[in-house]
């Protein structure tokens, strides 16, 4: 591990001016340390964020969540709140890592984990997002847990988020705040970057910018939620594909559908399009192979990871399945 400053930040604003210009933030830890213990990440200074008041989780006016961004995903998790109107949320975060990590890894530092790609990690080989312009070693080398949908020539790793996931199927947005004092709100789509040429920048936050907060708005009513992650083993693994899924029916037809996708993509993967086609039918298989059609029109296997898409296929088709059988279909 090479040198570096070491600053614990007394208030948000004294954090961001203390990170900007090479520093990163630290909570947890979960990711960060080990990044570094290989030296994939390299931060010349460490701003220890624990002192900040940014561990609690307050109802809005809306009827939605304020979570702060240092609240545990083990408090997120069995919040009775999130347990009885965000579901998805709480079985997506179940779904992730060890008790252990859990108790530590927070909030913002989940929805920044960066990807847990073998070429990534490993100094040795050649990876444009740790090493602009290197190239991608994963294209032609072990993919297996890499993505078929939103990739590039120079990148095609995974997100390994299950809470990112369940985010962004619940429409949350994240708060953050500039190094100038600027505030800002971003959905997840808007925080997070797909590859293309520039496959090392992974999300829009400047250097020093820091997640304060995310917010979810009112639960959908009479609608059924779900988490469904496909991995190796039971336990302690990244998700091979998951879906996070919102449904309603009324009269016999789906009122209202979300979908997100992990797994497949550098971020977590909506279609709208998907959705869009499933308002107003009524269920059925057809139906939900037809949306699996539109979800996977452009995606590419390369190689080892060529099984993602039937894989994939097959998730989704059974969620909806379950999603709308207990809908009351």
């Not at 008041?53 to 809306?62: G, R």
């Not at 949350?172 to 789509?189: F, N, S």
């Amino acid at each position: 591990m090479r040198p570096f400053d070491y600053a614990r930040a007394n208030s948000r604003a004294e954090a961001a001016q203390q990170a900007a210009g090479g520093g990163s933030f630290i909570a947890g830890g979960t990711n960060l340390l080990d990044l570094m213990k290989l030296e994939v990440m390299t931060p010349e200074k460490l701003v220890d964020i624990n002192r900040l008041d940014l561990s609690q989780i307050e109802e809005t006016a809306e009827g939605g969540l304020r979570i702060g961004a240092l609240v545990t995903n083990s408090d997120l998790a069995n919040d009775t709140r999130v347990r009885r109107d965000w579901p998805v949320l709480s079985r997506a975060l179940l779904a992730g890592a060890s008790g252990q990590l859990r108790n530590k890894a927070t909030t913002g530092g989940n929805l920044l984990q960066r990807t847990r790609c073998l070429y990534f990690y490993d100094r040795a080989a050649p990876c444009n997002k740790r090493d602009p312009g290197s190239g991608c070693a994963a294209r032609e080398g072990f993919n297996r847990i890499l993505a078929v949908l939103g990739t590039s020539e120079h990148c095609i790793a995974t997100h390994p988020s299950d809470m990112a996931v369940a985010m962004r199927v619940l429409d949350a947005e994240v708060e953050t705040l500039k190094q100038d004092g600027e505030t800002r709100r971003l959905t997840l789509d808007a925080l997070y970057l797909l590859p293309g040429d520039h496959p090392e920048r992974e999300t829009v936050l400047e250097p020093g910018e820091l997640i304060t907060a995310v917010v979810l708005p009112a639960p959908i009513e009479d609608a059924r939620q779900t988490y469904r992650k496909v991995r190796d083993r039971a336990s302690y693994a990244f998700a091979l594909v998951s879906v996070a899924g919102i449904m309603g029916l009324k009269d016999g037809r789906i009122s209202h559908a979300d979908l997100a996708f992990g797994g497949l993509a550098p971020k977590p993967w909506r279609n709208a399009e998907v959705e869009d086609l499933l308002l107003g039918e009524a269920p059925s298989e057809a139906l939900f192979n037809k949306a699996a059609d539109i979800l996977l029109a452009e995606a590419q296997g390369f190689g080892a990871n060529d099984f993602k898409i039937p894989l994939a296929r097959r998730t989704l088709v059974s969620v909806l399945t379950e999603l709308t059988k207990e809908a009351g279909a």
